[in-house]
Structures are given as structure tokens and as C-alpha cells.
């Protein structure tokens, strides 16, 4: 059976840490879903569609990634894309309180479902997509945050 993982977030915008995760998570599984979430509660700078076709660009070439955007509980889409695991990058101790608790019910909803975490590089501790705004906001230079291949567009 193959083994699929969603990678879920809102990726507002892309940057450096999600990228990581994503090339590190590969080797781990046959295909890779990023799947951007429809959240009505979170409001993003960027739309769905930005943010969807920056991500497309990302990992353009490289094959068993699919980009998706979902409107459900996680649980539901994974069940729906037949994945069994759910990936989640941890930056610090707040991540990992966080996380454990989306983790923990989300293991209620549906027992089959792991959820793994992989621990960011150090190098990208400290990038994060609320931080590629503020510094946007204020006019700075983004750039060494962001996907090589985005680059051109910040
Ligand atoms: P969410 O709204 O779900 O937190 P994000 O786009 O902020 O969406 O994050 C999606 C996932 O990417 C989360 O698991 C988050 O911990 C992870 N992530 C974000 N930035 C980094 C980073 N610099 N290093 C490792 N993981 C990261």
C-alpha cells in the first residue's frame, strides 16, 4: 500500500521552514500531499490560489508532491486522500504544546491516522510566515526567507 502524508498549514506565504520539512519528509513516504487549509478562522494575507500556485512553484520538477487546498476536518481529507499520516514541523517548545494537542485529537478522531513530527534544521528556527509579513508590512527584504524559485515574486 502506498504511503501518503498531508502536510497541512496555511503557508502564508511559503517559506524556507515549510520547504525543509516538505524535501526531508519525501524519503519518508511515496508521495507527499501539501494541503493548504480553507480556514475561515485564520485570515491570510494571501489567497488560496497564491498561495497554492507559489507552492506549485516550489517544488516544481519534483515528483510524488501534490498541492491541494481542503475545507474539512483533517482527519476527513486524510481518510478521503487515503493517507495515514500527517506531518508537522516543531520549532520550539510552544509548537510542541500546540501540537500535541491537535495531535491528541485528532488520534481520537481517528485512531489509524499518525501524525509525525519532524524538528525543524536550525537554520530555520526562526522563519516563520507571520515574519515574512510584519517584515513585508515595513517594507524589508524577504527574500533569504522565502523558496529559491519564489523569489522573483516579493
Ligand atoms: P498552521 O496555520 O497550520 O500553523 P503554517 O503554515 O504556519 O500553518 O505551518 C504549517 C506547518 O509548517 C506547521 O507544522 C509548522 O510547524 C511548520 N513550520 C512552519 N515554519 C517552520 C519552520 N521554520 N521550521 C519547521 N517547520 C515549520
Known sequence: MERIAIFPGSFD????????????????FDKVIIAIG?????????????????????FEGIPNIEVDIYN???????KRKNAKYIIRGLRNA???QY???????????????????LLTEL??????????????KFGGDVK???PENIREFF
Open 13 to 28: 506565504p511559503i517559506t524556507l521552514g515549510h520547504q525543509s520539512i516538505v524535501m526531508r519528509a519525501l524519503p519518508l
Open 38 to 58: 480553507d480556514n475561515t478562522e485564520k485570515r491570510c494575507k494571501y489567497t488560496l490560489e497564491q498561495r497554492m500556485e507559489w507552492i506549485e512553484k516550489t
Open 72 to 78: 474539512e476536518l483533517t482527519v476527513d481529507y486524510c
Open 94 to 96: 510552544i509548537d510542541f
Open 99 to 117: 501540537e500535541q494537542n491537535i495531535a491528541q485529537i485528532n488520534s481520537e478522531l481517528d485512531s489509524e491516522i499518525e501524525t509525525v513530527f
Open 123 to 136: 537554520r530555520y528556527t526562526n522563519i516563520n510566515s507571520s515574519v515574512v509579513r510584519e517584515i513585508l
Open 144 to 146: 533569504k526567507y522565502l
